[in-house]
Nanobody, 117 residues
């Protein structure tokens, strides 16, 4: 069964850190460019971080550059998002998926990140 399960979200104070995990099943995530996306209330889903399949190169949205780090564990078929120096504007539901829409899997439930004092 093809599935993406995100976890690791929660409530954190501004300046804090969280590490999100995305466990893939039913397909081999390392064969694809994988992205972390987020959707804030009333806004469209946006790509915040991407890791390529081949070289493992990473790119980030300007809003998270220098604060977020995407990585993958091939053996665990899992993609991570380390988030540091969190800001209230990072509050959103975070999802992972294949970047190329041709190969995209059904969206998981996501994991809620709330940054608030």
């Amino acid at each position: 069964q093809v599935q993406l399960v995100e976890s690791g979200g929660g409530l954190v104070q501004p300046g804090g850190s969280l590490r999100l995990s995305c466990a893939a099943s039913g397909f081999t995530s390392r064969w694809y460019d994988m992205g972390w996306y987020r959707q804030a209330p009333g806004k469209e889903r946006e790509l915040v971080a991407l890791i390529t399949s081949a070289a493992g190169s990473t790119t980030y949205a300007d809003s998270v550059k220098g604060r977020f780090t995407i990585s993958r564990d091939v053996a665990k078929n899992t993609v991570y998002l380390q988030m540091n120096s969190l800001k209230p504007e990072d509050t959103a539901v975070y999802y992972c998926n294949i970047d190329n829409v041709r190969f995209r899997r059904p969206w998981g439930q996501g994991t809620l990140v709330t940054v608030s004092s």
